[in-house]
């Protein structure tokens, strides 16, 4: 593996290679029309990053295939009103494992089961998942932001590609919004080598371990989780979760 142990900030475990670069991050400075997206890792980073470009570049494909994803949305933990986006903590589990296991660059997963347990825990890369899905969705009213689920991208994309383009201020006719749902649904994505990461070295992310557009579907989680520590999940969700509001529709 090519990654350092993870490194402790402020109490979130983040890769060595992000804290190298802590004052920059820490000194971030948005611009008034900057549009932060601001998803858990393995809650559809890529494809909101996708749907973003698509909208901003009026549904021209060929304008978005200037370069891979990742600088068309730089990192700021690796460079340089936010738009957080969530999916259900289980099928993150599960993408992230997955991630965890074809990725070098960070910690070895180990067995599901020990996952589970480093996840739970909120010892994974960035941190824990209930702190930010919490933290997004108390912030939701406060200032300009737009909270977007997973789970509904995926059942309507048409009317959540909608939300972000009234979000971005923009009005795109409908042909041109059927199009944008055309080209980022999870077939065109997994063919689509600027954001499947089938261009990063193979040192890097070894996509015969696992591709990055592995299954993109809702509910994954019951191939993975035992009866058993699905009823420890839930006991730790109830836990963690309580006194908010949120919900995950998690039934298509
Ligand atoms: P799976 O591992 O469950 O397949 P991120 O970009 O935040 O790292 O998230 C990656 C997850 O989002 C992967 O989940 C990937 O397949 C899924 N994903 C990416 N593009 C998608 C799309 N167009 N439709 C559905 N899921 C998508």
Same mark, same amino acid.
């Given at each position: 593996?090519?990654g350092?142990?993870? *490194? ?5 475990p983040?890769?060595?290679? !992000? ?6 991050i ?20 890529? +494809?909101?990053?996708?749907?973003v ?10 304008k ?29 589990? *599960? ?16 067995? +599901? ?10 010892? *994974?890369? +960035? ?5 930010? *899905?919490r933290? +997004?969705?108390?912030?939701?009213d ?29 009005n795109?006719e ?12 999870f077939? =065109? ?9 089938? !261009? ?8 015969t ?12 989680? =019951? ?7 699905n ?10 979760? =309580? ?10």
């Open positions: 593996r090519l350092r142990p993870l *490194v402790e900030v402020a109490g979130v983040l890769p060595a290679s !992000t804290v190298d670069n802590w004052s920059q820490h000194n971030f400075e948005a611009k008034p029309d900057d549009l932060l997206i601001c998803t858990y890792p393995k809650s559809g980073t890529t +494809w909101i990053q996708e749907i470009d698509m909208i901003e570049q009026d549904g021209d494909e060929m978005c295939q200037r370069s891979i994803i990742q600088l068309r949305h730089p990192f700021i933990e690796w460079a340089q009103p936010p738009q957080p986006s969530a999916r259900n903590a289980k099928d993150c589990m *599960v993408s992230y494992y997955h991630f965890q296991r074809m990725n070098k660059k960070l910690p070895d997963p180990g067995t +599901w089961e020990e996952y589970f347990e480093t996840f739970v825990n909120g010892k *994974v890369a +960035w941190g824990s998942w209930f702190d930010h *899905v933290g +997004w969705w108390d912030m939701r406060r200032y300009q932001v737009l909270f977007l689920f997973y789970e509904d991208i995926k059942r309507d994309p048409k009317q959540e590609i909608q939300k972000v383009m009234q979000f971005m201020g923009k795109l409908e042909a041109v919004l059927d199009k944008i749902v055309q080209q980022t649904s077939e =065109k994505m997994k063919e689509n080598p600027l954001v499947n990461r089938s !261009t990063v070295p193979k040192s890097h992310m070894d996509l371990v696992s591709s990055f557009m592995r299954k993109g579907t809702v509910g994954d989680w =019951k191939n993975y989780f035992t009866v058993a520590q009823e420890r999940f839930e006991e730790i969700y109830r836990e963690k979760m =309580k006194g908010t509001s949120i919900c995950f529709c998690l039934e298509l």
